[in-house]
């Protein structure tokens, strides 16, 4: 089962949808958004963009929509690929699909007991139990502390270095028992979400494939465009906040030699929009999303 699509009236009224317009749906999935934006099209086309072949299954029968089974790091080769250099809207929902978290022979979540796998592309080679068992100590600390934010790193590392010296650790459930001292009892959801969401970060290699689809987006959107982003960890929204406020990711407003802000991208929405509590008592999966819009200016 794919996910609810989330935050959906609100998304899709912030594309300002022309009938005849060229839109991306970075992040197709189980294909809500999608719909809806066909919905609201007469003619136009819509592109849709998923790494996982599964989602194939989802793609409607219209003849105004393209399926991409690629990554959306690669917007603007596709885009182009099929005929167009500007797109007048973009959407992404940078949530991971209920379809991954519960397959169980996917190793996205820690109530299952399989292999430990994590690539939204099952075309990828490097999977989790990579990870776990290759890389460095340092680069272990690095994972879970910058991408999972998880307090005692160091103390998690040392554990898996210790198991994995007596052998390879390849499933969720020698994982689980390899760490089981370290992780507090009092959160222990919390923080083993914090754990497995380190992982599939950089399994997937997430954080640089936004970096590098935003950056794209700036190129590939008409001005007067709208891009749509719907995040749910601080990483990835922080990311998100500054590129639309600033154009690059570290938030800091570069100014022309007259003394002009220089900005990509004007905010639709000056605060950002969050699920209603009948959303969010509908689909609790949702709770933590952010909704954030912004235009293409006419210059850069």
């Not at 086309?45 to 989602?55: E, K, P, T």
């Not at 393209?66 to 080769?77: G, S």
């Not at 590392?157 to 390879?168: D, M, N, S």
Request: hydrophobic share 40%; aromatic share 8%; with cysteine.
């Amino acid at each position: 089962m794919y996910h609810k699509a989330a935050l959906l009236e609100e998304s899709v009224n912030g594309l300002n949808v022309r009938p005849d317009g060229i839109y991306v749906d970075l992040t197709f999935g189980g294909g809500g958004h999608a719909r809806e934006i066909l919905k609201r099209m007469a003619g136009g086309r819509l592109i849709g963009f998923d790494r996982d072949v599964d989602a194939r299954a989802n793609v409607p029968e219209d003849d105004r929509f393209v399926f991409v089974n690629h990554n959306y790091r690669y917007l603007l080769n596709f885009l182009r690929y099929h005929g167009h250099e500007h797109a007048d809207g973009i959407l992404a929902d940078l949530g991971v699909s209920w379809h991954e978290f519960d397959a169980s022979e996917r190793g996205f979540s820690f109530r299952f007991d399989s292999l430990l796998d994590m690539r939204m592309n099952c075309r990828d080679t490097r999977k989790a139990s990579d990870v776990i068992n290759e890389s460095s100590e340092e680069e272990l600390t690095r994972i879970f502390r910058v991408y999972g934010e998880v307090e005692n790193a160091r103390q998690l590392v040392r554990l898996i270095v210790e198991a994995r010296g007596k052998q390879p650790i390849l499933r969720t459930g020698e994982f689980l028992q390899a760490i089981q001292s370290c992780v507090p009892k009092s959160k222990e959801k919390k923080y083993l979400a914090q754990v497995f969401q380190a992982l599939r970060i950089e399994v997937n290699q997430e954080l640089e494939a936004l970096q590098e689809m935003l950056r794209h987006a700036v190129i590939a959107l008409r001005p007067g465009g709208r891009l749509v982003m719907i995040t749910y960890h601080s990483l990835e929204d922080r990311l998100v906040k500054n590129f639309l406020r600033s154009g690059n990711f570290e938030g800091k407003v570069e100014k022309d030699f007259y003394g002009r802000e220089k900005r990509a991208f004007e905010l639709v929405n000056r605060k950002v929009i969050v699920p209603t509590e009948e959303e969010i008592a509908r689909n609790p999966r949702v709770r933590s999303a952010k909704l954030r819009v912004a235009e293409r200016t006419m210059e850069m």
